[in-house]
């Protein structure tokens, strides 16, 4: 899974009816593909079982899209690629050297939420969701890239060298609640205790000030005591409700200070007692 420069490679889907035609036959309407760092990306478009089209990055089973007609699956395979080719925002580089790139997500990174989960074993998706999900739906991925970069702003985190998604942040906010927004990281399994997971909320702190948000909400299980930890550096952290082996909380987010921010990099520097699992979990 990559990000890379400007550049979108495009194998010429059309260019000849005879290649076209065997595409297919193999029961695959043609591939999109990014290239430069490390491997390929590649999309491609399959008939659905149930009728219309279904667009799939490869080494997921999980489609990313349903369409109606090739046409459509085309030329969304097409746009999924260029999103994944987009030039990333911000470099950074973790406690182990390791560097990543940071960027907004946008609508058409669904490729990159499914290899998120994709790589979160069992016990990292049960703290993210609160309980087993073995697969996210088409409806899942269209609402978790549903970002329009104020209710709903999310953050995603990519190796630099191979492009693999490694990390997401996000904040929806609450109309019910002004200025609060509920806030969850996932980090996958491979990258955690890197300092990622610190590093996404410092980000997204600074996102949730610009868009007036003054409080944070989240769900988390009782034990994950890491993420809570975590919390508390970004802010002063209440818990509003207790059910079951889960509690709710809400992170006071302070003025625009220098303190949860070195409060924050501390974490990601491994400085905070109980490194960060990047395991905030949102009820959504």
Do not use: W
């Not at 979108?8 to 889907?13: A, G, K, R």
């Not at 089209?53 to 899209?65: D, L, Q, T």
């Amino acid at each position: 899974m990559e990000v890379v420069d400007d550049e979108v490679l495009l194998e010429p889907i059309g260019r000849c009816c005879r290649h076209r035609r065997r595409r297919r036959r193999a029961g695959l309407a043609g591939f999109g593909y990014t290239h430069g760092m490390g491997r390929r990306m590649r999309f491609y478009v399959e008939p659905s079982p149930a009728g219309g089209y279904h667009v799939k990055a490869r080494g997921s089973h999980a489609p990313i899209s349903r369409h109606g007609t090739e046409q459509e699956a085309e030329a969304r395979r097409d746009a999924y690629a260029g999103a994944a080719a987009a030039r990333a925002t911000e470099r950074l580089t973790l406690r182990d050297g390791s560097v990543v790139i940071m960027r907004p997500l946008e609508r058409d990174d669904r490729p990159l939420v499914q290899a998120v989960f994709d790589r979160m074993g069992e016990e990292t998706r049960y703290r993210r969701f609160l309980g087993y999900k073995k697969r996210l739906s088409a409806s899942d991925l269209e609402t978790l890239t549903a970002v329009d970069h104020h209710g709903h702003e999310a953050l995603v985190a990519l190796d630099a060298e191979t492009g693999e998604a490694l990390g997401i942040a996000r904040m929806l906010q609450e109309p019910s609640r002004p200025g609060a927004a509920e806030a969850s990281v996932a980090v996958v399994d491979a990258c955690q205790g890197r300092g990622l997971g610190g590093m996404l909320l410092e980000r997204l702190v600074q996102r949730a000030r610009e868009e007036g948000v003054r409080r944070f909400t989240a769900v988390l299980l009782t034990r994950n005591r890491a993420m809570r930890h975590l919390f508390e550096r970004a802010g002063a952290v209440r818990v509003t409700r207790r059910y079951g082996d889960s509690l709710e909380l809400e992170v006071e987010l302070p003025l625009e200070t220098e303190a949860p921010r070195q409060a924050l990099r501390a974490a990601a520097a491994g400085e905070v007692h109980g490194q960060p699992s990047g395991h905030s979990r949102s009820r959504r």
